[in-house]
């Protein structure tokens, strides 16, 4: 995104981790399951692809573990994608 000079506002959450109300606010009405990193130990630890969490017991544990939660983050307007696709970036961008 800098080498196409797009601004954006960029957020190392493992340094600066999300508050509740911020996670709430970025996963929305969204399912969980788009916003749960699944490469982390507590996803495996948890079988959470047998048995996802609940939204709250989910924003719990990325409270916990900013791990979990996928990244990266883009939101533009109402537009969310996590994870890096780059052809989903290009298309929102």
């Not at 000079?5 to 190392?12: L, M, N, S, Y």
């Not at 609940?54 to 916990?64: C, G, N, T």
């Amino acid at each position: 995104m800098q080498a196409k000079k797009i601004e954006f506002e960029e957020r190392e959450y493992g340094k600066n981790p999300f508050s509740e109300k911020e996670l709430r606010d970025i996963i929305g009405a969204e399912p969980i399951e788009r916003f749960l990193n699944t490469r982390t130990p507590l996803y495996r630890e948890k079988n959470m692809k047998q048995k996802p969490p609940s939204k709250d017991e989910a924003i719990k544990l990325m409270l916990r573990d900013p791990n979990l939660l996928k990244r990266p983050v883009i939101i533009k307007g109402k537009k969310k994608l996590t994870g890096f696709n780059e052809a989903e970036i290009k298309e929102l961008l």
